[in-house]
């Protein structure tokens, strides 16, 4: 048992496993979000959509640490990966680095609506649509990203080629 938790407390030094381990965050933790608002909303909840807009803001930014560490591991997941899944983490990385954005104006959005409840209620509604217009967008944004960086080291996933100029050594800046 004493190996394994030496084992795991190593892995956690190598940011292409905190990558890993951290990337569902921004995803499910929106998913709840969006979800808890609608909750909140249909209950006519204050309390519930703060609560439900600090998930959102804290799981949206959470984003940057993703982006961070994957980062962080590109060139040990490169330098372990095949051909084929070198050409998808290329486009993976081009990919993070726009997408991120949108996680971080969602994030944003969220601290506005947040700030809106009660220091500026009339500004509140329109921050809030926006809050959850941006969260839907950075969804499908991840959703894709993860679709894609799925290809990198699970071959039984990939049906094709990524972009043709994803073929490249290195990940586009």
């Known amino acids: 048992m004493q190996l394994l938790w030496t084992e795991f407390w190593g892995a956690l030094r190598q940011p292409e496993y905190v990558h890993v381990l951290l990337h569902p965050l921004p ?7 969006v979800f808890s608002l609608g ?21 949206a930014a959470s984003a940057w640490l993703v982006a961070h560490f994957g980062h962080a591991g590109y060139d040990r997941v ?5 051909d084929a899944a ?8 081009y990919l993070a680095e726009r997408i991120v954005w949108a996680y971080y104006v969602a994030a944003a ?11 500026f209620p009339r500004l509140h509604r329109p921050a809030l649509t926006l809050s959850i217009v941006a969260a839907l967008v950075a969804l499908g944004l991840g959703g894709f990203l993860s679709f894609v960086g799925g290809k990198i080291r699970h071959s039984e996933f990939r049906q094709g080629d990524p972009p043709a100029w ?3 050594t290195a990940a586009p800046d």
């Open 27 to 33: 995803i499910y933790g929106l998913v709840a979000g």
């Open 39 to 59: 909750v909140a909303l249909v209950a006519r909840s204050r309390g519930g959509e703060a609560t439900a807009l600090l998930v959102m803001l804290l799981t």
């Open 78 to 82: 490169y330098a372990m990966s095949n």
């Open 86 to 93: 070198q050409k998808w983490l290329n486009w993976h990385a």
């Open 109 to 119: 959005l969220s601290a506005a609506a947040l700030a809106g409840l009660w220091k």
């Open 166 to 168: 994803a073929h490249t």
